[in-house]
């Protein structure tokens, strides 16, 4: 049974600092990998889709990566901004007809 | 195409009573996603739809619940008798079969008081 674990579970940071987000998943046999932001009591929004072949994506200041054969996706934030403050979420699918498995995500607050 | 679309936003029931929520997917996704999340959690399967066909449903679908999606186009997602415990998010999402990602709604927050 695929799990996706999310670390940290919080992370607060000053505004303008680069950072990381991690993410690992226990079966590598996965189809894609796919970051959301979720902002409190709102639905998610789509910020990057990997290919389980391709090994990273980027979208303006942000960039995930994908080390599949270790379980591993990271998503990089460059110069923070308080805008930046939200949830974000890494989901894995297992196959074509596979659904999107959710880690608990890590909930991040840029300090001004 | 303005997104996937869900209604309502907000629905404050009593114990015991039903509930349905819509969702209108993307138009030219054929298929479509059911997800509930609790405060502080990941969003959890909890069924999907290729076109009109119902192909999955996850063991968190007890038999209170059912989904229909007439004509493969909008779903609606029923608790009967709901429960303190279905209190939570319910997320919809669509996406085109192959290696597109999904595409979110904006969820409807149901509290059962």
């Known amino acids: 049974k695929q799990e996706v674990t999310q670390i940290p579970a919080a992370l607060s940071v000053p505004e303008g600092e680069n950072l990381v987000l991690n993410c690992s998943f226990t079966?590598?046999?996965?189809?894609?990998l796919q970051w959301f932001r979720q902002d409190p009591g709102k639905g998610l929004t789509s910020l990057l889709l990997?290919?389980?072949?391709?090994r990273e994506q980027t979208s303006g200041r942000l960039n995930a990566s994908l080390d599949k054969s270790s379980g591993r996706s990271t998503l990089y934030i460059a110069a923070s901004q308080p805008g930046d403050s939200a949830t974000y979420l890494c989901?894995?699918?297992?196959?074509?007809?596979?659904?999107?498995?959710f880690g608990k995500g890590t909930k991040l607050s840029v300090k001004p | 195409d303005t997104g996937v679309s869900q209604n309502p936003r907000h629905k404050i029931t009593k114990r015991g009573q039903n509930v349905t929520f819509r969702c209108d997917p993307i138009?030219?996704?054929?298929?479509l996603y059911w997800y509930r999340q609790t405060l502080g959690q990941g969003p959890e399967f909890l069924t999907y739809f290729q076109n009109e066909a119902q192909l999955e449903k996850s063991r968190l679908l007890s038999d209170r619940f059912s989904a229909e999606r007439p004509k493969g186009s909008f779903s609606t997602l029923e608790i009967q008798r709901t429960e303190q415990g279905d209190s939570a998010m319910y997320l919809c999402a669509s996406s085109q079969q192959g290696a597109g990602g999904y595409t979110f709604g904006s969820g409807t927050r149901l509290t059962v008081v």
């Open positions: 138009s030219e996704h054929n298929r």
């Open positions: 990997i290919q389980s072949s391709q």
């Open positions: 989901a894995v699918r297992g196959g074509s007809q596979g659904n999107l498995i």
């Open positions: 079966d590598s046999a996965i189809y894609n």
